[in-house]
């Protein structure tokens, strides 16, 4: 569910269209420019850090963490499937496009609570 609402949150930053977060920002320039949709280059965006994660910890890095690798698949997945029926969010003003900023915010703050809550996994450095 957490991750549900986080995707929410990331895609309705997106539809505000007055940035992201820094580390957000890679998989939306790679969705501009490539034939990939935010959902895929978000995926592989934090695979990528997941080898990251791996390559640094090294044996600290515990086997419990692969299950990191689904999360990000099914992160990716909801965002494309938010991305596809939120068509209708277009902010036609500055003072639209900062409330959808600020309502993307507390969404996305929900969103992690949750998934703190869960104690299960959490998704790579990402939002």
């Known amino acids: 569910m957490g991750l549900f609402i986080m995707a929410a949150g990331f895609v309705l930053s997106v539809k505000a269209d007055l940035g992201v977060s820094p580390i957000s920002c890679v998989p939306c320039i790679y969705s501009?420019?490539?034939?990939?949709?935010?959902?895929?280059?978000?995926?592989?965006?934090?695979?990528?850090?997941?080898f990251l994660q791996m390559l640094l910890l090294r044996k600290r890095y515990r086997i419990f963490q692969l299950v990191q690798f689904p999360v990000v698949f099914l992160f990716g997945f909801f965002i494309n499937l938010i991305m596809k029926y939120a068509t209708?969010?277009?902010?036609?003003?500055?003072?639209?496009?900062?409330?959808?900023?600020?309502?993307?915010?507390?969404?996305?703050a929900i969103g992690v609570f949750f998934e703190v809550k869960a104690a299960l996994t959490y998704l790579p450095p990402s939002l």
């Open 32 to 50: 501009l420019t490539f034939p990939l949709t935010l959902g895929q280059t978000t995926i592989i965006f934090n695979v990528l850090l997941i």
């Open 88 to 108: 209708w969010v277009t902010p036609v003003n500055y003072f639209e496009q900062a409330v959808l900023c600020l309502l993307s915010c507390v969404i996305l």
